[in-house]
């Protein structure tokens, strides 16, 4: 769940919420538009308007990654299967692809613009 620059996050390990505390991961400075779980690991990413794209491992409860920028409001994130790449748009019409090494570092690949 996002509300404004935080992220909340309710690990469900003991079959639910019930006495626990939630997660709430921050590291924006503007309002997250944008969150997807990775389809096998316990990993998200998101997207914001201040146009940065960022990984989280909530388990781990360390900082995010930051994957860099785009040109604009992130609207869409991606994690494509196996989930080794992330794509990612703004509102401009800018999408770049992510490459994941084996550290969970990540490296542009590239960016395409659409013409409209």
Do not use: K, N
């Amino acid at each position: 769940m996002t509300s404004g620059d935080a992220i909340t996050v309710w690990m469900f390990e003991q079959g639910g919420p019930e006495g626990t505390q939630p997660l709430v991961l921050t590291g924006y400075d503007a309002f997250c538009t944008v969150l997807v779980f990775h389809p096998r690991d316990c990993m998200l990413i998101s997207g914001s308007d201040d146009t940065r794209v960022m990984i989280w491992a909530p388990q781990r409860r360390t900082a995010p990654g930051g994957l860099g920028f785009l040109d604009d409001t992130v609207t869409g994130v991606a994690w494509p299967l196996p989930g080794r790449f992330i794509i990612s748009t703004d509102a401009v019409g800018t999408v770049r692809a992510w490459g994941l090494e084996e550290q969970r570092r990540c490296t542009s690949l590239g960016r395409i613009h659409f013409a409209t």
